[in-house]
């Protein structure tokens, strides 16, 4: 499987990836399906809604400070190293991340867009300000954080529900038009619209690949899919691509 996606990345000029978070999990950030998406209990669908944030911002913004501090106690792995070797042999080269944490940028990505935000800004509910967010040094979870004028910010993410950056998507729609390859890394496949992308490349007659650890529904619909870790099948392909 590995040779086979070696060779269609021989032949590809321009290659779209499309990553989420199995491949920050290799840096110890939790996914959000399954046992370790749960925090405090709750689940990444019932958190990552404007319902929750309206109903108990306090909450919501917990689990945005305990995320926040896991990340930047963290480093880019293998597998977002290897993106960053992938884009330097590619002529023509798009990341799309559903990713909020930076680690890609971190780890020396550039044409990079983030179809979910980033945890590291914050949006004012009053006035729309977009601003980087500054950590409390002193974490007191009761305080909520509050913009200059006083209106409650808000993680500038994207929640179930809310629509997707409308220019982000555009962009990754037209690049898509002419893509030779799509590669979806470590994603589940289930969270909406990322989740059309294997389709959307399909019908543009792009050839597609999967990397993850298990099968998803989009397994059924790539030209190749291979199960195993990020890191490794990443490196794996860049080792082939060398040879
Ligand atoms: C490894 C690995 C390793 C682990 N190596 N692999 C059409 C049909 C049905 C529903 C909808 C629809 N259109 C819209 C919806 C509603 C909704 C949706 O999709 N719901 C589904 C749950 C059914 N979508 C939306 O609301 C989106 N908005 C939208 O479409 O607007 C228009 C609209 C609205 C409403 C109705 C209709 C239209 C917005 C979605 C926003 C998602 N936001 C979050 C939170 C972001 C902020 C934050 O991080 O706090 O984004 S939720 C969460 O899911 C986060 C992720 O980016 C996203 C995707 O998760 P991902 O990356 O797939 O992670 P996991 O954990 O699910 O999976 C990890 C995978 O990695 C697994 O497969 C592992 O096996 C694998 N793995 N370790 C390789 N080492
Ligand atoms: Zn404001």
Redesign the pocket.
Known sequence: MIHEACTILKETQTLFVLT???VS??SGIP???GSS?LWKNYS??EL?TPQAFKKNPALVWEWYHWRQSLIVNAEPNPAHYALVKLEEIMPHFLLLT???DSLHQRAGSRNILEL??N?FRTRCLRCDRVAPYKIPEKKSDKILPTCSCDGLLRPD????????PHAIWQRAQDFLSHTDTALIC???G?????AAIPEIARQNNARTIE????P?PVSSIVDISIQG???DLLQQLISGLNQ
Do not use: D, M, Y
């Not at 993410?157 to 997707?164: A, L, R, T, Y």
């Not at 289930?190 to 990322?194: C, D, G, M």
């Not at 990397?211 to 298990?214: G, M």
């Open positions: 989420g978070a199995g999990a290799e996914t959000f399906r998406g990444a669908t990552a559903q990713n909020v979910h935000g945890i993410v994207v929640w179930f529900g809310e629509s997707i470590g994603t589940s289930v969270v909406w619209p990322a990397i993850n650890l298990e998803t870790k990020a890191g």
